[in-house]
């Protein structure tokens, strides 16, 4: 299976701020195609997780520009730009290119 | 809209056995790959099984081998987990999830559902 790594864990934020969550992969999740399947996930309070970015770099619909996806093969990014207060939850990797689907650990962002 | 309603969610004993079934409506649902996903109390998310539109493709998390069965009926627009041997590990809420793309072979989610609450405890 493919090892899916975060960090940090926990990342505390003033409103404003930008923000930057890690993933790591334990084996490329570049296909022949050139597409990474690497997709990025926001589970907010008591709700169910929500499709931030997918195939790396591709906000998905509806969200903000304010958040970006970047990276290739076995390191990808998340970045906020500016944090806002409604930001706060649990984010999310998650590797699409091989079963079993493995998600990283999940980073804490929590508004300071 | 797309939307995923699970139910079969319970109070179970260990050894017990539960189906979720997962309602699927909003979009042409034999032409794609479903998954169920759970989350422990208090942490990640952990993608337990999946199956291709077709049916195929099936694929379990270790865990789980010999004791889950995924399956879906495209008439019913529907998904279940047939849950058999459950222990207090098992206990989360479990998600039915939508692939995003339709026929790629790859593993996507897009959409999930609400959840449904399995517990296993005597």
């Known amino acids: 299976d493919i090892v899916m790594t975060q960090s940090p864990l926990s990342l505390p934020v003033t409103p404003g701020e930008p923000a930057s969550i890690s993933c790591t992969s334990s084996q490329s999740l570049q296909y022949r195609n050139g597409n990474n399947y690497l997709n990025w996930y926001l589970q907010k309070p008591g709700q169910s997780p929500q499709l931030l970015i997918y195939?790396?770099?591709i906000r998905a619909s509806g969200v903000p520009d304010r958040f970006s996806g970047s990276g290739s093969g076995t390191y990808f990014t998340l970045k906020i730009s500016r944090v806002e207060a409604e930001d706060a939850g649990f984010y999310y990797c998650m590797q699409g290119l091989q079963a079993p689907i493995t998600f990283g650990q999940g980073t804490r962002l929590e508004i300071k | 809209e797309v939307q995923l309603l699970e139910s079969g969610g319970d109070l179970v004993q260990p050894g017990g056995s539960l189906r979720l079934s997962c309602a699927a409506s909003g979009f042409s649902f034999s032409s794609y790959a479903m998954m169920w996903v759970r989350q422990a109390p208090g942490k990640g998310l952990e993608c337990v099984s999946g199956l291709f539109g077709n049916g195929g493709g099936k694929f379990y998390i270790d865990s789980v081998k010999g004791r889950f069965t995924i399956s879906r009926d495209n008439s019913k627009n529907t998904v279940y987990l047939q849950m058999n041997s459950l222990t207090a590990e098992d206990t989360a809420i479990y998600y039915c999830?939508?692939?995003?793309?339709?026929?790629?072979?790859?593993?996507?989610?897009?959409?999930w559902g609400q959840g449904a609450l399995v517990t296993v405890s005597s």
């Open positions: 195939l790396g770099s």
């Open positions: 999830a939508k692939d995003r793309v339709s026929g790629d072979g790859m593993w996507e989610i897009d959409y």
